[in-house]
């Protein structure tokens, strides 16, 4: 599975962070089979929701721990058949959202497991969007709550058509099976959620702590702009440290320094982003690398670790400009 070039199929706005360069990364912790990210995205009607039949998991039956799936028993539906094995008490998943999860697929006829996020001890970030999962995965999962476990099947109508994947072995005649651990779900209203860290260094600015989904106030100090780059946390999460290579899921809201005027925000679209490190300006990259998932960050971006004399036309942004963002690191990808 390969991940997408931050410059394709991006939100408006977002285009100001990019670096130079246009080729896809590969985070190298993905597996080369099948995903639910590569199937077929083209719009078919909806399908029906039913109970079943649906294979019995027989080991793993705990949430998050690797399944194991017995073969499909006679002909599987050819509507959608969902069952939740385990509710969760979380947030409800709404389509457009952001879910991170642990699965495994497998082929309805033999068994044979052509995906499973278990084994790379990464769990999958993806939007519920149309062109961004196989359609099975938006219908299965949408009403469903984080913490649930949800195994269904798709036929290929929802999946990944009529050409199948001939590199996982996926024909196109095939029904899938998924067993789906729901670990969390994102969407614009999700913000940090650790502990608040003093703010008192008075050079630098202050970013309100708000835990609502709403943008949190910026306030740039009537001070000259550091020359090197800040990364501070404003609230500090417990999750994973983001290494230099990862992609992360962000809201993030961008002010300059001199003005405070505001020229960027994810709080403005109403719509999350996703992006490599690889991929966005020198201060966003290592002011990110090493923070914790949950956090919110300071970063203040002087121009060498920017745009410098090049900003991206029609930003707003002036040559040479200290830009001032709050992060929030919603999850690793």
């Excluded at 729901?182 to 702590?209: I, M, R």
């Excluded at 440290?241 to 960027?264: N, R």
Aim: a negative charge; charged letters at 25%; proline letters at 6%.
């Amino acid at each position: 599975m390969r991940r997408r070039s931050l410059l394709i199929a991006v939100p408006a706005g977002l285009a100001t962070l990019a670096a130079c360069g246009d080729e896809d990364s590969d985070s190298g912790k993905a597996s080369d089979s099948a995903s639910p990210t590569d199937g077929n995205t083209s719009e078919a009607p909806a399908p029906k929701i039913v109970d079943g039949p649906l294979p019995k998991v027989t080991a793993g039956t705990k949430f998050d721990e690797k399944p194991t799936v017995d073969k499909g028993s006679g002909d599987p539906s050819d509507q959608l058949a969902v069952r939740t094995l385990i509710a969760g008490g979380g947030r409800t998943v709404a389509e457009g959202d952001y879910v991170q999860a642990n699965y495994l697929g497998q082929v309805w006829d033999t068994a044979k497991v052509f995906d499973n996020s278990y084994d790379r001890k990464t769990p999958l970030v993806i939007q519920l969007a149309q062109g961004s999962i196989i359609d099975g995965w938006r219908y299965a999962l949408t009403g469903k709550k984080a913490g649930s476990r949800v195994q269904f099947s798709v036929p290929p109508t929802w999946g990944y058509g009529e050409s199948g994947n001939e590199n996982a072995g996926i024909k196109g005649t095939d029904t899938l099976v998924f067993v789906v651990d729901l670990q969390n779900t994102f969407n614009a209203k999700s913000s940090a959620e650790g502990t608040d860290v003093a703010q008192d260094n008075v050079d630098v600015p202050k970013v309100g702590t708000n835990k609502d989904g709403k943008a949190p106030s910026i306030e740039v100090p009537d001070a000259e702009a550091p020359k090197d780059l800040v990364a501070n946390y404003v609230i500090e999460g417990d999750g994973p440290e983001v290494g230099a290579e990862d992609s992360v899921l962000v809201q993030y809201k961008g002010v300059l320094w001199d003005g405070g005027k505001e020229f960027d925000s994810t709080y403005g679209r109403k719509a999350l982003t996703s992006f490599s490190l690889q991929q966005v300006v020198k201060g966003w990259a290592q002011g990110l690398t090493g923070k914790k998932v949950g956090s919110r960050v300071l970063i203040v971006i002087p121009p060498k670790l920017g745009y410098g004399d090049q900003p991206p036309s029609g930003s707003g942004i002036k040559k040479d400009s200290t830009l001032v963002f709050s992060v929030d690191i919603l999850a690793k990808m």
